[in-house]
């Protein structure tokens, strides 16, 4: 079976500074990843990478057999980035109607309803995200890179700026796509998520310092710095 991402040597370099060392990396369809890393850690950089937003300095990635950055590969990827960017005149309602014809999905109404009602912003649905506090822009920003249909998601930091109750939404819409087979990396320095993981991939300076069941695992020291 083709995995749902898999990295070769995957590494990105600023200048002289290595941002990401050469990453190995495979995950298997329908399986739930969660990749720690203090801040400055490299988790951005491996999701960017592998999301197909920046280049690599070396290496390669796949998506679901597709080089990271062909066409193949964004249709099966949707990036929940840690800092939301919204079009100034599109209302949320708008942003969701947009996104979803983007990807092909034109029965989208009840669904991106659904969605609203999950991380409370139904009742914002015609206000401009731009407008928005940051809890509320990322709220919106989750109901969007839910409204289009994909095999792996790709999470940076989701919890930054959330409410319990927007923590509890998003928990329950990963808890959704994993139950219908997509594959989940969700990166963070917070271990809200790490219960529900199949798998914690630590990064610490750029590097690959643990892969494994959370089992046994020594989250605080993974964490740290």
């Known amino acids: 079976m083709t995995s749902a991402l898999s990295t070769h040597g995957l590494t990105k370099t600023y200048g002289d500074a290595p941002a990401l060392e050469p990453i190995d990396l495979t995950v298997a369809a329908g399986e739930r990843v969660v990749l720690l890393g203090h801040n400055g850690s490299g988790k951005t950089t491996m999701l960017r990478l592998v999301a197909g937003l920046l280049e690599p300095s070396g290496g390669s990635a796949e998506v679901l057999g597709y080089p990271v950055g062909s066409m193949e590969a964004r249709a099966a990827t949707s990036y929940l980035g840690d800092q939301p960017v919204f079009y100034d005149d599109l209302s949320v309602w708008e942003h969701l109607e947009y996104i ?46 839910f409204i289009r249909p994909f095999e792996i998601l790709l999470v940076d930091e989701p919890f930054v700026g959330l409410d319990r109750t927007g923590r509890d939404a998003l928990l329950d819409l990963f ?29 610490r300076d750029g590097g690959l310092v643990y892969d494994g069941g959370p089992e046994g695992a020594d989250v605080d020291a993974l964490v740290a710095r």
């Open 100 to 145: 979803a014809k983007l990807h092909g999905h034109d029965d989208w109404e009840d669904h991106a309803t659904d969605l609203l009602e999950t991380v409370g912003l139904f009742e914002r649905r015609d206000d401009l995200p731009m407008t928005f506090s940051r809890g509320l822009r990322q709220k919106a920003a989750i109901a969007l890179a």
């Open 175 to 203: 808890q959704r796509v994993h139950a219908d087979g997509a594959a989940l990396v969700v990166a963070t320095h917070e271990l809200t998520t790490v219960g529900a993981a199949q798998r914690l991939v630590a990064l």
